[in-house]
Every structure is written in structure tokens, then in C-alpha cells.
Nanobody
Framework: QVQLVESGGGLVQAGGSLRLSCAAS????????MAWFRQAPGKEREYVAW????????DYGDSVKGRFTISRDNAKNIVYLQMNSLKPEDTAVYVC?????????????????WGQGTQVTVSA
């Protein structure tokens, strides 16, 4: 069992930066692949980024490549999402997820545990 709690969201101007954190509890965290998804009002949940269990492989959705960086600290049980050059279209609730499938990547159904999310609002 893994519990996930996100933090770090807020209001930022376009071009600014935010760093989101996802704190995990549970013994299996270090063996899980982790990902960030986001959901804007009226839109489907969108894949943002993925990191493997050891942190040496990452993957990103096309809309955030080159601007966002996912990382993890297994000693602290935390996953981070550094978001730079933010745009108004990045406004959404950001949710972290954990998967026991090492190849879940962007597949929503591949994730076993989900957090509640943190709101990110980017003003023009």
C-alpha cells in the first residue's frame, strides 16, 4: 500500500517556475515507477511525466518536454516535478501516481495508487 500527498502548487505568472512534491508512505515506494498527471476543468486527465524506480530513466508528455523535470529521492520517499517557463495552459490540478508496473508510462490504468492533487494556476 502506498499513500501519496502532493504539495507545492499555487498561483504563478506566465514564465515563472514552481516545484511540486509528492510525499509517499509505504514500504513499496522505492520499487514503484512514479508519474505526474494533470487535469484541467472540462478536460481529460493528461500525462505529464514518468520516472522509473531508480530515478535514472524519465519520460515526458509532448506539451511539457524541455520545460518540466521529474526526479525522485528514494531516501526521503519524495517525487518532484520542477516546472519552468510556465504557460497559462499549464493550469490544472496536478496529481502524482505510483505503479508497480515498470512500463506503465502514460497509461492511466497502469497506476495502482493516486494522490488527491495540488492546484497550479498560471496567470497570463
Amino acid at each position: 500500500q502506498v499513500q501519496l500527498v502532493e504539495s507545492g502548487g499555487g498561483l504563478v505568472q506566465a514564465g515563472g517556475s514552481l516545484r511540486l512534491s509528492c510525499a509517499a508512505s509505504g514500504r513499496t515506494f522505492s520499487r514503484c515507477a512514479m508519474a505526474w498527471f494533470r487535469q484541467a476543468p472540462g478536460k481529460e486527465r493528461e500525462y505529464v511525466a514518468w520516472v522509473n524506480w531508480s530515478g535514472d530513466r524519465t519520460d515526458y508528455g509532448d506539451s511539457v518536454k524541455g520545460r518540466f523535470t521529474i526526479s525522485r529521492d528514494n531516501a526521503k520517499n519524495i517525487v518532484y516535478l520542477q516546472m519552468n517557463s510556465l504557460k497559462p495552459e499549464d493550469t490544472a490540478v496536478y496529481v502524482c501516481a505510483a505503479s508497480q508496473d515498470p512500463r506503465a508510462f502514460s497509461r492511466l490504468t497502469g497506476y495502482d495508487y493516486w494522490g488527491q492533487g495540488t492546484q497550479v494556476t498560471v496567470s497570463a
